[in-house]
């Protein structure tokens, strides 16, 4: 069986590609480099289509938000926010930093401006600032978001702003040495807002806002990793996150809304005390173990509040599943839309594919000659993203060639019934064909990027 190739090489940069990401449901795919230039590509003709200069350092991340602005976070400690309308490319440049010689480049509007701390190449994680329908930051369309980005003193802690208001309204504090915030994540389950780190000591935590006292309470944290945590991303409904570091682990873990809680402990005088208020001759006995965490999540303990908030309570230490892969120093790990499959760039030079459930790999893409230091995946709304069904995961490469041939079949089908019994134009075809393709892409060292249609 021969080795994948890339459908496409998209050459552009002249130094090595630290981000990327799809924006305006796939239409464009916009990257960013070491010198601090973002690409915006368009997929239909593969070719730059706006270029301009966000920061006099190396770009660490770029998000959409909506469907017209783009969020870059350089290393000169600043976060940016631009307008990016269709309509804006026509006063950009085209030409790549790779064919032209002039130091400048029109910039677009830049919206607002923050102020962080780059010191430990900690990348920026956002969300909607409130919990809705749109789940994600690039359907998001209201006028606010949240921000995640290391505290500016202490490197451990954690720094939540309010965009546009760029007023910082929560810090979390791990509250003991685990080193340098190394990855993020921030989102809403249930109504709550969850902050998951990956520190330089390896270890991996959730940290949830409480809804009565406003604090943060670490519910999860499990030292997974040997080495610095590189990268983390979670599933779109906070159901686990899945992280990797400088050692050769890829690690899956819960994302619990509570503390473990359990009986064992209580001085006497508080039992008593509360035995008394419960009118009750015991405690009501806590489940455990997976029961336990399964009752936290469904909120079948809220009714006993009162008498839960004194037992002793302690973040959940295990992860779901571990597997040593022997390649170490996989980042910019990124799962995709659906949730069955997830990337990894390699310092390798090498992508790989696993199954979300099983942790199985699926694919490694070789094409790069030097270390890969980016990789996304587009997302694509399809029937099996929705809520119900967005669980569903595969194991085997076996299952992921029956998904491939099922969305191929679909894929067929819903563009017959677009275009009906006329012919879509050379632009048409290729234009529907770069949104609805489950594109991965991967940047490296070399400034190039390569495009991958695997499944």
Same mark, same amino acid.
């Given at each position: 069986?021969?080795?994948?190739?890339?459908?496409?090489? !998209?050459?552009?940069?002249?130094?090595?590609?630290?981000?990327?990401?799809?924006?305006?449901?796939?239409?464009?795919?916009?990257?960013?480099?070491?010198? +601090?230039?973002?690409?915006?590509?368009? !997929?239909?003709?593969?070719?730059?289509? @706006?270029?301009?200069?966000?920061?006099?350092?190396?770009?660490?991340?770029?998000?959409?938000?909506?469907?017209?602005?783009?969020?870059?976070?350089?290393?000169?400690?600043?976060?940016?926010?631009?307008?990016?309308?269709?309509?804006?490319?026509?006063?950009?440049?085209?030409?790549?930093?790779?064919?032209?010689? @002039?130091?400048?480049?029109?910039?677009?509007?830049?919206?607002?401006?923050?102020?962080?701390?780059?010191?430990?190449?900690?990348?920026? @994680?956002?969300?909607?600032?409130?919990?809705?329908?749109?789940?994600?930051?690039?359907?998001?369309?209201?006028?606010?978001?949240?921000?995640?980005?290391?505290?500016?003193?202490?490197?451990?802690?954690?720094?939540?702003?309010?965009?546009?208001?760029?007023?910082?309204?929560?810090?979390?504090?791990? +509250?003991?040495?685990?080193?340098?915030?190394?990855?993020?994540?921030?989102?809403?389950?249930?109504?709550?807002?969850?902050?998951?780190?990956?520190?330089?000591?390896?270890?991996?935590?959730?940290?949830?806002?409480?809804?009565?006292?406003?604090?943060?309470?670490?519910?999860?944290?499990?030292?997974?990793?040997?080495?610095?945590?590189?990268?983390?991303?979670?599933?779109?409904?906070?159901?686990?996150?899945?992280?990797?570091?400088?050692?050769?682990?890829?690690?899956?873990?819960?994302?619990?809304?509570?503390?473990?809680?359990?009986?064992?402990?209580?001085?006497?005088?508080?039992?008593?005390?509360?035995?008394?208020?419960?009118?009750?001759?015991?405690?009501?006995?806590?489940?455990?173990?997976?029961?336990?965490?399964?009752?936290?999540?469904?909120?079948?303990?809220?009714?006993?509040?009162?008498?839960?908030?004194?037992?002793?309570?302690?973040?959940?230490?295990?992860?779901?599943?571990?597997?040593?892969?022997?390649?170490?120093?996989?980042?910019?790990?990124?799962?995709?839309?659906?949730?069955?499959?997830?990337?990894?760039?390699?310092?390798?030079?090498?992508?790989?594919?696993?199954?979300?459930?099983?942790?199985?790999?699926?694919?490694?893409?070789?094409?790069?000659?030097?270390?890969?230091?980016?990789?996304?995946?587009?997302?694509?709304?399809?029937?099996?993203?929705?809520?119900?069904?967005?669980?569903?995961?595969?194991?085997?490469?076996?299952?992921?060639?029956?998904?491939?041939?099922?969305?191929?079949?679909?894929?067929?089908?819903?563009?017959?019934?677009?275009?009906?019994?006329?012919?879509?134009?050379?632009? +048409?075809?290729?234009?529907?064909?770069?949104?609805?393709?489950?594109?991965?892409?991967?940047?490296?060292?070399?400034?190039?990027?390569?495009?991958?249609?695997?499944?």
């Amino acid at each position: 069986m021969s080795e994948p190739t890339p459908v496409n090489v !998209l050459r552009g940069h002249k130094s090595q590609i630290h981000a990327a990401t799809f924006v305006r449901g796939n239409d464009r795919l916009a990257t960013g480099d070491a010198d +601090g230039y973002v690409i915006l590509w368009d !997929l239909a003709i593969m070719r730059p289509k @706006a270029v301009w200069r966000a920061h006099e350092n190396a770009i660490l991340a770029i998000r959409a938000w909506g469907s017209d602005k783009i969020i870059t976070h350089g290393r000169d400690h600043r976060l940016a926010v631009w307008q990016l309308r269709a309509e804006d490319e026509e006063v950009l440049a085209s030409t790549a930093p790779l064919e032209r010689t @002039a130091d400048t480049f029109p910039q677009p509007w830049m919206l607002h401006v923050l102020d962080v701390n780059t010191m430990n190449f900690c990348a920026f @994680a956002a969300c909607p600032s409130s919990p809705g329908a749109n789940a994600t930051l690039a359907e998001d369309t209201s006028d606010s978001i949240l921000i995640a980005v290391p505290n500016t003193l202490l490197a451990e802690s954690i720094d939540i702003s309010e965009l546009p208001s760029q007023k910082r309204i929560h810090t979390v504090k791990p +509250g003991e040495k685990h080193g340098m915030a190394m990855t993020l994540a921030i989102l809403h389950k249930q109504n709550h807002l969850i902050v998951i780190a990956g520190f330089e000591n390896g270890m991996c935590s959730v940290f949830v806002l409480s809804e009565n006292t406003h604090e943060w309470v670490t519910t999860y944290c499990s030292t997974a990793h040997s080495q610095p945590v590189l990268s983390l991303d979670s599933d779109v409904r906070g159901e686990y996150f899945i992280s990797s570091a400088a050692d050769a682990l890829i690690v899956k873990h819960p994302v619990p809304i509570a503390p473990q809680t359990t009986t064992p402990g209580i001085a006497p005088s508080i039992k008593q005390a509360l035995t008394s208020y419960a009118g009750a001759s015991s405690l009501p006995k806590a489940p455990t173990g997976i029961g336990a965490l399964f009752a936290a999540e469904q909120g079948t303990t809220k009714g006993g509040n009162d008498v839960a908030a004194q037992l002793n309570a302690k973040p959940w230490q295990d992860p779901i599943k571990s597997l040593n892969t022997k390649h170490s120093g996989q980042q910019s790990l990124t799962l995709r839309s659906d949730g069955r499959v997830f990337a990894t760039a390699g310092w390798d030079s090498k992508i790989r594919v696993y199954a979300t459930k099983s942790l199985n790999e699926l694919a490694v893409l070789k094409w790069h000659p030097v270390g890969v230091y980016a990789a996304a995946f587009a997302g694509i709304k399809t029937e099996s993203t929705d809520a119900s069904s967005s669980t569903v995961e595969v194991n085997s490469t076996q299952e992921m060639q029956a998904i491939q041939q099922n969305n191929s079949g679909a894929l067929t089908s819903k563009l017959a019934g677009a275009v009906g019994t006329q012919a879509m134009t050379v632009k +048409g075809r290729r234009l529907h064909h770069a949104k609805h393709t489950h594109w991965l892409v991967a940047g490296a060292k070399d400034g190039k990027l390569s495009l991958w249609d695997i499944y």
